[in-house]
């Protein structure tokens, strides 16, 4: 009995030292003129610091999913871009229109369209997919394609327009000519895909109607500000900010490097 009572006192003067540091630490908040805000942007500095490990998952799923998408984008409108660039078929400027109108898709149309095809009751709901990364890529993927196609024709019919004498000289073919092209264009084509990848990593509204948002298996950094910020944890919405508007500079600031090469190509 004895000793409950020292554990029970023991208890107590633990209590009674931690009531006494926290109200320590809140006048001390309130002499500096510390508000919500401030102690948020403080415990956001804390989780970067800290390398908070939930922290690190959002940021590397965020990453992988629009580098995945990036490189599907990339496979099929790079050479589509400059198939449009080299050919001359019927309906090609309706092509060219409407690859240009799909710049600006609305994310949550796609976002809709990708849940009815990956649906139980859709064409490819056998497959699973729906609430998963790979859902999320293929979103991604139908966003950005249409920017790389546009932007990879306008810079691949610049040069054409330098090149299409010598190459048609040496007889090559439209088969050899793309690859040519794409390859000399490289530099001005690593703008396309930084606009590509910019597209695809602030997406938001797309990979959280085919993502469903669901913790540590899709839940990347645009869908974790949204959730965390209406949840009232803006230490840990304003980390992922931080690293989202770090990664769009460093991605512009890549952009504008490589101007000078793209200047030569008209973007």
């Known amino acids: 009995m004895r000793g409950d009572g020292k554990d029970t006192k023991a208890d107590g003067v633990v209590s009674e030292d931690l009531q006494q540091k926290r109200t320590l630490i809140e006048r001390i908040c309130e002499n500096a003129g510390m508000n919500d805000l401030g102690a948020a942007f403080i415990q956001a500095a804390h989780l970067l610091a800290g390398r908070e490990p939930a922290l690190l998952g959002v940021i590397v799923l965020s990453l992988r999913v629009s580098l995945s998408a990036l490189l599907i984008a990339s496979l099929i409108g790079a050479p589509c871009g400059a198939l449009l660039a080299v050919c001359r078929f019927p309906g090609r400027r309706l092509l060219i229109v409407a690859f240009n109108a799909m710049m600006g898709l609305p994310p949550v ?4 369209l990708i849940y009815i095809l990956l649906s139980r009751a859709g ?29 990879t024709r306008q810079v691949i019919a610049n040069d054409w327009e330098e090149y299409a004498e010598l190459l048609r000289s040496l007889g090559a073919r439209w088969w050899q000519i793309i690859p040519t092209l794409l390859w000399e264009a490289r530099q001005a084509l690593l703008t396309v895909l930084l606009a590509g990848f910019g597209r695809a990593v602030a997406e938001v509204g797309a990979v959280m109607m085919v993502g469903g948002n669901i913790d540590g298996l899709t839940r ?36 504008y490097l490589s101007r000078p090469h793209s200047a030569q190509h008209g973007i």
């Open 220 to 255: 990347v950094m645009t869908t974790t500000i949204a959730l965390e910020t209406s949840k009232g944890n803006l230490a840990f919405a304003l980390a992922l900010g931080t690293v989202l508007l770090v990664l769009v500079f460093l991605v512009n600031a890549l952009a």
């Open 109 to 112: 149309v796609v976002g809709l």
């Open 123 to 151: 064409p490819l709901g056998t497959f699973g997919l729906l609430f998963t990364p790979a859902a999320m890529v293929m979103a991604q993927s139908v966003l950005i394609v249409p920017i790389i196609i546009a932007l």
